[in-house]
């Protein structure tokens, strides 16, 4: 082997010569040399197997090769070359006389052919200078292609596998599985409040999250599990060769926690937490789609009992989620279609027995039955629904108010629940001011009633729109008041001017001591304060004692009324006996 005339420019060209003979090699080289004028680099090889390791251990840019070998055929040793490096070009060269050989080895791949005894400078210089740069053109097309496939099979932003690229190696490691007789777990991840990260740091803090969550995930992984992007704040990763649901379990715990450790965002710090839903294969489903589709149902349940958590699939599930989805599409048309309807139930003066107000509690008519606003007031939380829905009792509520006071002379108080949603949404002071200018009700007649659980994370928002209530002049009621966590801390720090007391201590008071002791001490606590008390559900003549004895004036309750449609309260209102006045004329109370 021997080198000859190197060269370092770029365009220099790497040739491997591969002749037996060495009077023609030198010839050749010769020729090469002065065809290039200097800048072609060539490794001779004198047989097939030193070719072929130089070609294996080298880079070359084109192969020389003599089609009469000693050790091997030449089609043979063409054959060996393109599988040993692929993409580089071979020219053959043969005797005149070997026509049918050369037209072979074109078949076989070939790039081009040279008869040896026409073989001068300019030809090799034309044809070396063609193969280089057909081989250095496919070479970019290739480099292109490849590029190009990747966009196509990737997230650009996180540089993982995108959905299409997933599915087809889910359904390849489920074929395995199959194969092997191994468990492939699947786990699909939903980020809780990315929105707000996006909305309050900004869309570029937003990605550097998203990037470092990819990187969490990659790093729980090993190489030949799978890890995808499927769009937005969603996730999913195939764990390959589980044994059992506990190793998934366990798997998705420790990837729930370390999702939910800190996060540093161009030097601010976050939290953030994943719902996870999980699948495994076989047992939940045969193939990767409705693998995918399992995990993505255990998610939403995850999801929908407060996020952070990570749910197997169960049978069923998809039936709820069904269920689900037809109730928030039912509920879009509800308020346009008319079939979201008010109830009113009363809440009267104990001592006077005059009825106050009533509270405005929301139905929806779907199909022949009423649904619970339980049910549904979540899913309009939810899916941002619940502004709009807010909006419409709101209106509705202030008017009927209104129509009450052409009925009867004494003015009547309307209670309106308001979700979280609402409190969050900014503009939601003016809208309140908006509407009881339209409607022409009195603003300290209408109590807002809050629950303690909408406003427990009370952040600035929350609190600036308290306050903003505040000066618009309506009341503000804490409602199931002594449920949450930190009862005594929002009547510290926020604008309370009602307590609505829960009804769990007043059915409780029956019974227990303790309850008796804590209804006592709130309304105690609350008169101190100057702030006023509604106890709810009361449902007995024992109850209503009770509470009559530890000083409480308003009540609410089945006993004194239960929530009716418009006209029947109404007709109760102008009732020489409306159904408080039994039980409130009961002498045992007094
Ligand atoms: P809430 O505001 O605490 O309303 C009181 C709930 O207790 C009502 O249930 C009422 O029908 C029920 N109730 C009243 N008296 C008694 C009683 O003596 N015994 C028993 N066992 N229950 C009694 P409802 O109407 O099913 O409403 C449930 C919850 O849904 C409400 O609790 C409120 O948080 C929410 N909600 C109702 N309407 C609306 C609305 O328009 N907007 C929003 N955001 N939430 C609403
Ligand atoms: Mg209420
Ligand atoms: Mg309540």
Known sequence: MRNLAPADSNSRISVLLVEDDAEEAL????????ARAGSVLVSHAEGVESALRMLIEGSYDVVLLDLTLPDGSGIDALLRAKVAAASVPVLVMADEDNGPQALQALRAGAQDYLVKSELDTQLVARTLRHAVERHRMLRHLNEVQQREHFLATHDSLTGLPNRISFQRGLQAALEDAE?????????????????????NLGHAAGDALLREVAERLRNATRKSDLVARLGGDEFVVAVKHIHDAHAAATWAEDIRRQIGQRYVLE???CWLTASIGTAVYPGDAEDAEL?????????????????NRVRFYEDGMNAAIAE????????RD??????LVLHFQPQVDLLSADLVGAEALLRWRHGDRLVSPSVFVPIAEQTGLAVSL???VLREACESAMRWHSIQSRPLRIGVNVSGRQLSDEPFPSRVAAILQETGLPPDRLDLELTETSVIDANATTLATLCGLRDVGVRIAMDDFGTGYSSLTLLRELPVDALKIDQSFIHGAATSERDIALVGGMLRMAQELGITTICEGVETPEQLQLLRVRGCRLVQGYLLGKPVGQAEFEEQIVASQPPWSGPLSDPALF
């Not at 194969?179 to 909305?199: C, I, P, Q, S």
Request: hydrophobic content about 45%; overall charge negative; some cysteine.
């Open 27 to 34: 010839r050749i080289m010769e020729m090469l040399a002065a």
């Open 179 to 199: 194969r092997e007789g191994t468990w492939v777990g699947l786990f699909f991840f939903d980020l809780d409040g990315f929105k707000a990260v996006n909305d």
């Open 267 to 269: 030097g601010t710090e």
């Open 291 to 307: 693998l995918t589709r399992c995990a993505d149902t255990a998610m939403y349940h995850a999801k929908a009992q407060g996020a």
């Open 334 to 339: 509800a308020v346009a279609s008319g079939h």
């Open 324 to 331: 689900r989805f037809r109730l928030v599409n039912g509920l």
């Open 390 to 392: 807010g909006e419409w």
